[in-house]
């Protein structure tokens, strides 16, 4: 990157430019001082006084108006290289030959064409005003750069040079005799005033600026070579003539200028005698007054006293515009105007030779902290460091820009943070995808993706140690699955299962569950972890059903293979459970700890008690009471606890359609056990036997039915609480 910086690409150049721009933006306009005023040929200076180019007769007279203000100096952003065609000088002077030529000779005729003469010389009435001025007058004008642009012989070029000979800088200082040698900014030609204007005014200078690629003036040439001399432009003579024409010099060292003294003020410069332009704000920063109004003479006394006052043009059309950082459409004398501004405040941006240091510093730097920090820390934390890198970068060289004038590069420490950044983030997450790959293959055949994913992401939670949360474990269980080992030999057990198995997986997996492990016929799935999900136990019991569905329709598939039944008992709980790696330095195994855990796996076993096949804790049923149709089954002691649960049997999702006969059915159930709890055993017997009328599979009910004949003939204890306690898992 300080090898780029050092060449300077053209793109990256200009993009630096336009970070330039930006820092004017931000800055934000400033007041100019109150030295400089706009006279200004607008819309309504035409509409007052005609269409332009005015006679100069009319110039004269804004001349006179402005000395009589008590203006300090008048310059014109205006050239007047050809005589002014408007006056009827030329029909005179051919009615004066042609009279000549007819051999007409009358005294009288002469005096009139004579003072007729004198009378319409607008350019001879502006020469009279700018002589007697008692402001200093700056006439402007202009360089062809290139013989392209215009293309004379050498009688001509001399002459031009003649006529600017005396604008030239009055005193050029070389450091060494091979300076007068260095290549500096050079004209073809100049296009100077007429001879009469630009003997009867004070002095001239040059109104050519320089754009740089992008079309936007940023630079204001202070030294332009035309033949063997050095000349200022009309900014650095208007200044000169309002400071009443202290020294004025040029310094010219090995490598180029090294600046511009004009009395006690250093004027910057680069090698080529470039300013760099201050600009105070966007058009009509500056006062503008309108010609029209001088002329006519309502303009408040004083407005000009003791003022530098510049003629321009700034009407749609005839004005000069230019693109500068606060707009693409900035009249070419507000420039003029911003650079005597800045002369005489002192206000001075620079870019100096030592800035390159800086902005190499910055390079390493920032490519440096970038270098080490992006390694050692998480993606997120890289990125922060680098975006606060380029902000604080951005800060530093706009509060350097505002408060102390200097240009910094920004361009280039932000590319090179940016593609450090970029470069190592991506060599890091080649890295990452084989470390990845290496990872998931190792453990994708053990475990749920989920929870390679989870590794992936931080591999300190393969260390030992869990958090507590609210999770849903399933347990399901195939029903009598063992005693079919005698009729299939290892193998075909192996087969079965696996089968078995993968139909299962996939619901669990469908529902972003994590497969804990198979054990023997058994298998434990985690709802919640290790990605946390809000709606945990809604999709535990969603995948138990869908389970279920699947092992029916797996049965009809292996009966007619002549392959046993599929018949399983699932228990769902939801709580708190300790969820993390468990094991040893040896083997570690990511899974759950907690009551919450162990209950489901006796609700598992309670399906035998009851004859279902799916139930649910009291716990995971506040979960999903209006996501699923439920049916509380019974209240009942698990063995190894002390507190009463509530069981219900899992149904079916809300909404889907069911038989009459089963709502009848779970209407009627919940009747028969209110009577149940309040000890009513006959009732609830009573109960119990329409449901198994009605309903005769419903095993629920069976089982109930026989605990009701049971209670008659032995009855609990008198504090009976109406909890069913089981002796056995």
Known sequence: MVGLFFLHLPLLDLIELRTFDLRFLSRGAVAPSPAVVLAMVDEKSLDTEGRWPWPRAKLARLVDALSRDGAKVIVFDIGFPEPDRSSGVDLLDRVRDTAVALGVSNPRLETLLDESRRSADNDGALARALRASSAATVLGYFFHMTEADHHVDEAEIDRQLELIGPSKYPLVAYRTPAAADVPLLRAYVPEADLPSLTEAATSSGYFSVRQDADGVVRWMPLVIQAGDDLFPPLSVVAAWQYLDRPKLAVTVGPYGVEGVQLGDRAIPTDEMGRLLIDYFGPPKTFPYVSIGDVLAGTVPAGTFRGRIVLVGTAATGIFDARSTPFSPVHPGSEIHATVIDDILSRRFLAKPASSDLYDVLAIVVGAAVIGLVVPRVSGVAALGVATVLCGL?????????????????????????????????????????????????????????????????????????????????????????????????????????????????????????????????????????????????????????????????????????????????????????????????????????????????????????????????????????????????????????????????????????????????????????????????????????????????????????????????????????????????
């Open 393 to 729: 970068h951005v800060a530093v060289a706009r509060a350097l820009f505002v408060r102390f004038g200097l240009w910094v590069n920004i361009v280039y420490p932000l590319l090179a943070i940016v593609a450090s950044y970029t470069t190592l983030t991506a060599y890091n997450y080649v890295i990452e995808q084989r470390e990845r790959k290496r990872i998931r293959s190792a453990f994708s055949q053990y475990v749920a993706p989920a929870v390679v994913e989870e590794m992936l992401k931080d591999p300190s939670r393969l260390r030992l140690g869990g958090e507590e949360r609210v999770l849903t474990v399933l347990f399901s269980d195939l029903q009598g699955f063992t005693s079919h080992s005698e009729r299939y030999t290892p193998h075909q057990m192996f087969q079965l299962l696996s089968e078995y198995y993968g139909r299962m997986t996939e619901r669990i997996f469908a529902h972003e569950g994590m497969l804990k492990e198979y054990v023997g016929d058994e298998l434990m799935a985690i709802f919640g972890a290790p990605v946390p999900q809000a709606d945990h136990a809604v999709r535990a019991c969603a995948a138990a059903l869908e389970m279920l569905q699947h092992r029916k329709a797996m049965t009809k598939e292996w009966l007619a293979m002549g392959r046993p039944p599929l018949i399983a008992r699932t228990g769902v709980n939801s709580g708190t459970m300790l969820v993390g790696n468990t094991g040893s330095e040896y083997r570690l195994s990511y899974g759950v700890l907690g009551d919450n855990v162990n209950l489901a796996s006796r609700l598992e076993g309670l399906n035998k008690e009851y004859g279902t096949q799916i139930l649910i804790g009291e716990n995971t049923a506040a979960l999903v009471r209006d996501a699923f149709v439920l049916r509380e089954v019974d209240r009942v002691r698990v063995v190894g606890k002390t507190i009463p649960t509530r069981v219900y049997e899992l149904v079916a999702a809300s909404g889907t359609p069911l038989p009459d006969e089963l709502v009848e059915t779970l209407r009627r159930y919940a009747s028969a056990l209110e009577a149940y709890r309040t000890l009513e055993w006959a009732e609830a017997l009573r109960r119990f036997e329409e449901i198994l009328r009605l309903s005769p599979g419903d095993r629920p009910s069976l089982a109930m039915a026989r605990r009701c004949r049971m209670y008659i003939e032995t009855p609990p204890q008198a504090d009976w609480d109406g909890v069913y306690e089981l002796t056995k898992k």
